[in-house]
């Protein structure tokens, strides 16, 4: 039997654990089922819903039947795979180990606070993966290097925009703008300078929401599956409107 | 010359995996894996369309499925869950080239409207493209989930660390990350 103290100290921690996964780009019957299996390694029952914005925790002592709930924010933080994988294995310790409270969140504290990837290590593998990208579609070596080039500018943009804070439509769409405006230089090469300007802006296509949302979708989470789905629609009609900017531009000399 | 191409195909696939999973912030130890299935992948899906001629559709969702079930493999020795694997090798399977010929046939129609038969052409473009990329990111993101109704005891696990049983004692020391033993030991291989 758990005191209600002892609930409420349960309750607030896998509020946290669990919009903390959301947060970081995890699908969502991952953190329910999650959230479930540390609850059950503490000895009580653990449901949760969750919207785009914000998530409703139950949690339930079986003994005494008495039960508590809370509605709690989704903080937004960068997506992260590490943060996803390292959590998701702390919760199977959690359940072989039967680790108490205490341990549990010294751990996931442990866990969270590790660093993320180098950007700068990210920004060049981008540019190199984008270039890639573009001899997939046939691009020749100059247009991997213009492609390589526009989207390191494209990729810094969006780094430097993101530590200021600014609006992540905005910084999609002048991202977008930048990338394909600096590939555009293509066009006074003779290279496939169509394909170095579709690439361009390819390193911003929103995979884990777009994948998120179908997996939740087809494992019944319908509401937040669209939420997610329609959220990747709007990042995916920035990119659209950043290269179409370029286009108007540059369209004479496409045709 | 085939098995070259098909071999660079694959090359040029690992790259942009490994470039666009970097964003995303994978665990270091996952980009070999990442690296392998987009290469297996993407190289499946490259030799379908060029010398068996299937469309990109259903050559997406052979390769999305492959690399799906590799994922559900390749996950369990280092402990991630599949989709931090199988995101990023579905990366470099978007189908950019035709998501941009929607996008500039959408601004070439917006152009034309005072010249109807061209603006039917740029309409015609814009469906065909756009169809086409809604179409290839549908069936990749259903056919590398695929696996996990398939399997799902064993996808629900992979982050388990292995042998519950001798586990009390000793294990508690090593902090969940440094597991990272090769797949081929893997007692639990022999479940699926």
């Not at chain 2, 290469?39 to 969702?61: C, K, P, Q, T, W």
């Not at chain 2, 064993?154 to 982050?159: D, G, I, Q």
């Amino acid at each position: 039997m758990k005191t209600r103290h002892e609930l409420t100290e349960i309750l607030d921690f896998i509020a946290e654990y669990a919009t903390y996964l959301l947060g970081s780009g995890v699908h969502t019957s991952r953190a329910i089922r999650n959230s479930q299996r540390i609850g059950q390694s503490l000895g009580v029952d653990i449901q949760l819903s969750s919207f785009q914005r914000s998530t409703i925790l139950t949690v339930r002592d079986d003994e005494s039947g008495e039960a508590i709930t809370r509605v709690v924010k989704i903080p937004t933080l960068p997506i992260s795979f590490e943060r996803n994988s390292d959590l998701s294995a702390l919760s199977w310790d959690a359940l072989d180990e039967h680790l108490p409270l205490r341990e549990i969140r010294r751990r996931c504290d442990e866990l969270t606070a590790k660093p993320l990837i180098d950007p700068i290590f990210v920004l060049l593998t981008v540019g190199l993966a984008n270039a890639s990208f573009c001899r997939l579609f046939g691009g020749d070596w100059t247009a991997m290097a213009i492609v390589f080039t526009s989207t390191l500018v494209g990729y810094a943009a969006k780094q430097r925009m993101q530590a200021h804070g600014v609006n992540h439509f905005l910084i999609f769409i002048i991202s977008a703008f930048m990338a394909s405006l600096c590939a555009s230089a293509a066009l006074r090469f003779d290279c496939t300078a169509e394909t170095a300007l579709a690439t361009s802006v390819l390193y911003l296509v929103p995979g884990v929401p777009l994948i998120n949302g179908v997996i939740d979708i087809v494992e019944g989470h319908i509401l937040i599956g669209c939420s997610r789905l329609i959220n990747a629609l709007l990042l995916i009609i920035c990119i659209a409107i950043g290269l179409a900017a370029t286009l108007l531009m540059v369209k004479d000399s496409l045709l | 010359m085939i098995a070259l191409d098909i071999l660079l195909d694959g090359l040029f696939a690992a790259v942009a995996a490994i470039g666009f999973g970097a964003i995303s912030d994978p665990p270091m130890r996952a980009f070999p894996r990442i690296a392998l299935l987009a290469a297996v992948g993407h190289a499946l899906r490259f030799s379908m369309m060029n010398y068996a001629e299937v469309d990109i559709a259903s050559a997406s969702l052979c390769a999305a499925m492959v690399i799906g079930f590799g994922s559900l493999w390749l996950g369990r020795g280092i402990r991630c869950p599949m989709t931090v694997l199988y995101i990023p090798a579905l990366l470099p399977m978007v189908p950019g080239i035709y998501a941009y010929k929607s996008v500039f046939s959408l601004i070439m129609f917006l152009q034309s409207l005072n010249d109807p038969g061209q603006g039917m052409q740029y309409m015609q473009l814009f469906f065909l493209n756009a169809t086409v990329s809604l179409s290839v990111i549908a069936l990749l993101a259903a056919g590398a989930t695929l696996p996990i109704f398939v399997f799902k005891e064993r996808a629900f696990s992979l982050t388990r660390r292995r042998r519950p049983a001798d586990r009390p004692g000793n294990a508690r020391q090593t902090p969940p990350a440094t597991d990272s033993d090769s797949p081929e030991n893997d007692p639990a291989r022999s479940e699926v």
